[in-house]
């Protein structure tokens, strides 16, 4: 099993900015994809950043050039710093990492979510 810790968020004006970290522990043999999503009320889940273990990104149009997501595999956490938020961007934040074991099966685990509120 593998378990993920979240730590960041919290309350930001707009254009103010956050940074949201995300720790992975247990039993890991390598960690593939590692993702940061959201949810604001009454909408869906989305994902917002992804970053591979070679550390290819990618972003959800509305966040490009605001959001930057890193990640340390020596330590298996990844990062997401949001920058000129906007009210937009108050959700709960959810970090998503994807395992591969020794045979190459791949499983899926998700963080307890972290608030981020943007005030205007």
């Known amino acids: 099993q593998v378990q993920l810790v979240e730590s960041g968020g919290g309350l930001a004006q707009a254009g103010g900015s956050l940074r949201l970290s995300c720790a992975a522990s247990?039993?890991?043999?390598?960690?593939?994809?590692m993702n940061w999503y959201r949810q604001a009320p009454g909408k869906q889940r989305e994902l917002v950043a992804s970053?591979?273990?070679?550390?290819?990104?990618n972003y959800q149009d509305s966040v490009k050039g605001r959001f930057a997501i890193s990640r340390d595999n020596a330590k298996n956490t990844v990062e997401l710093r949001m920058n000129s938020l906007k009210p937009e961007d108050t959700a709960v934040y959810y970090c998503?990492?994807?395992?591969?074991?020794?045979?190459?099966?791949?499983?899926?685990?998700w963080g307890q979510g972290t608030q981020v509120t943007v005030s205007s």
């Open positions: 998503n990492v994807y395992t591969l074991d020794l045979r190459g099966s791949r499983a899926g685990y």
């Open positions: 247990g039993s890991i043999f390598e960690i593939s994809s």
């Open positions: 970053i591979t273990g070679g550390g290819t990104t």
